[in-house]
C-alpha cells in the first residue's frame, strides 16, 4: 500500500519520500487515516516501527486546512518522557514541513536547560509543542504559554511517561487542557496504568494492536555471551577491537557504572562517552551528536537511551548489564536494526544472572546459546566442573541474612565436599 493511498497531500507524500520512506509501515496504514479523520487513536507497535510519522504526518496535514489565530495559540502537544524523544520528535516535524506552503512554528521545551530562551521562543505564539511534562508546567507557571486552543494531544511512549513517574504532572496538564480535543496514544507497550488512563480519555478510540507478525522483523542478530562480571569491561574491549565495531551502544544499570566502563574503555585507547540523567542537557547532545557524527565509538548508556534515540546505521548493541525487564530488553535491541538496516546485539551473562536472562528469552521467546569466547570463559559458569569453581566466589544463598551465613567450620565440610 502506498502513501498515496492513505489521504496525504502531495506535499507531505513528496517530504516523506525524501526522507527515505517509500512504503508506510503497518502503524501508519492503519494510523494515518483515523487521525485524519479526526479520531481519537489507541496505537501499540513496537520499537522501530514508525509511530512518529504515524501520528506527525496526519496533524501536520490537519493544520494546514485550519485556520490561523493571530497571533498564533498553540494546537496541538505531543508530550514525551525525555528530552532526546523531544529533540527528535521536533526533528520529524521539521523535515516533514520545511516543504509545506504553511510550515507551522515548533516550539521543543524539555528541562536540563535554562528556561528563559523557550520563554523567548514562545513570544508570539506557536503551533505546536512538544514537551516534557515537567518543564511544559514550567512555562505555564511563567505564563508563557496557554493550553486553551490545544485541539490534539498525543502521548508519545506514554508507557514510559507512567513509568519515570509523570503521572501528578500529566493530571496537572490534562486539567488545562480543553475536554474538546482528539487524543492520540502511542506505544510499545500498554500496561494496566496506561489502558486505564485511555480509558479515561479516549473517546471511541480506534485500537491499533501491530503485533510482531504483522511487521516485518527488523534483522538483528542476538548472541549471549558467558563471561564472569568483573571481565566484562576486557570482553568489551576485545570484541570492539577484534571486530573492529565502527560504534557501539553499550546499556549497563546504573550512572556509576557508566562513567566507571567509559572511563576503563577511554584508558584503553577507545573514544568513549556516559550517557546518563545526571549529565547537563548540553553535555548529552554534545554525546549524541559525536556519536552520530562518529567521533565517538563508542557510548556507555543507562536505559534513558533505550526509549525514542534514533541512531542511523548503528551495527551493534551490547547489554553489559541485562535489562530489568523483557520489555527494557526489546527497547534495548531497538536501537539497532532500524529502517531497514541489520544489526547485532549482544548480552554479557554471569553465573548469577542466568536466572534472569532466561526469564528474558522465555518472555522473547529466544533459545540462544550461551557462547564462550576463548580467553574470557568464566570461573563461575553454569554447569562447571567443581574443581573449576572458587567456594569462595559461590552466591551466598541464604542472601546474606544476619544469623544465617555459614560458619567457619561449615566453610570448611562444604570445602572439604567439594574436594
Known amino acids: 500500500m502506498p502513501f498515496s493511498s492513505l489521504g496525504l497531500s502531495p506535499a507531505l507524500r513528496d517530504a516523506i519520500r525524501a526522507q527515505g520512506f517509500s512504503t508506510p509501515t503497518t502503524i501508519q496504514q492503519l494510523a494515518i487515516p483515523s487521525v485524519l479523520q479526526g479520531r481519537d487513536v489507541l496505537g501499540c507497535a513496537q520499537t522501530g516501527s514508525g509511530k512518529t510519522l504515524a501520528f506527525v504526518a496526519p496533524l501536520l496535514q490537519t493544520l494546514q486546512s485550519a485556520p490561523r489565530a493571530t497571533p498564533r495559540r498553540a494546537s496541538t502537544l505531543i508530550l514525551v518522557p525525555t528530552r532526546e524523544l523531544a ?56 505564563n508563557a504559554l496557554s493550553l486553551s486552543d490545544v485541539r ?17 504532572e500529566l493530571a496537572r496538564i490534562l ?19 496506561v489502558q486505564a488512563l485511555a480509558q479515561d480519555l479516549l473517546q471511541d478510540p480506534v485500537r491499533i494492536d501491530v503485533l510482531p507478525a504483522q511487521q516485518s522483523q527488523p534483522d538483528i542478530t542476538q548472541r549471549a555471551i558467558a563471561v564472569d562480571p568483573s571481565r566484562r569491561t576486557q570482553l568489551l574491549r576485545h570484541l570492539i577491537q577484534d571486530h573492529k565495531w565502527s560504534r557501539v551502544l553499550v546499556f549497563v544499570a546504573t550512572k556509576h557504572a557508566a562513567e566507571i566502563v567509559a572511563d576503563k574503555l577511554r584508558k584503553a585507547h577507545i573514544e568513549a562517552e556516559p550517557f546518563h540523567g545526571v549529565l547537563s542537557q548540553g553535555k548529552r547532545t554534545q554525546v549524541l551528536a559525536d556519536f552520530k557524527a562518529e567521533r565517538v565509538s563508542v557510548v556507555v548508556a ?3 537511551a533505550g526509549r525514542g534515540i534514533d ?25 539497532t536494526g532500524r529502517a531497514g538496516e541489520s544489526g547485532l546485539a549482544v548480552s554479557f551473562v ?4 542466568q536466572a534472569h536472562w532466561r526469564l528474558i528469552e522465555k518472555r522473547q521467546a529466544l533459545a540462544l546459546p550461551l557462547e564462550l569466547i576463548k580467553g574470557f570463559e568464566p570461573v563461575q559458569a553454569s554447569g562447571a566442573p567443581a574443581s573449576a569453581v572458587n567456594p569462595a566466589r559461590l552466591p551466598d544463598p541464604t542472601g546474606g541474612i544476619k544469623g544465617k551465613r555459614p560458619s567457619k567450620k561449615d ?6 565436599k567439594l574436594q
Not at 541512531?311 to 536501537?335: C, F, K, M, Q
Request: proline content about 7%; cysteine-free; hydrophobic content about 45%.
Open 152 to 168: 490534539a494531544l498525543v502521548l508519545d511512549e506514554a508507557d514510559r511517561l507512567l513509568d519515570l513517574g509523570f503521572s501528578d
Open 87 to 142: 529533540a527528535q520528535v521536533g526533528e520529524t516535524i521539521g523535515k516533514l514541513a520545511a516543504g509545506l506552503v504553511r510550515p507551522p512554528k515548533v516550539s521543543i521545551v524539555f528541562g536540563g536547560v535554562s528556561v528563559n530562551p523557550q520563554m523567548m521562543g514562545l513570544r508570539g505564539g506557536t503551533d505546536i509543542v512538544v514537551a516534557t511534562p515537567g518543564r511544559l508546567l514550567d512555562l505555564l507557571d511563567h
Open 411 to 416: 566453610k570448611l565440610r562444604a570445602a572439604t
Open 311 to 335: 541512531i542511523e546505521l548503528l551495527p551493534v548493541v551490547v547489554n553489559y548489564d541485562l535489562p530489568r525487564s523483557a520489555v527494557d530488553y526489546t527497547h534495548r535491541i531497538g536501537r
Open 350 to 353: 554471569s553465573a548469577d544472572t
Open 302 to 304: 543507562t536505559d534513558l
Open 175 to 193: 486539567a488545562l487542557l480543553p475536554v474538546q480535543r482528539q487524543n492520540l496514544f502511542f506505544s510499545a507497550t500498554f500496561p494496566p496504568a
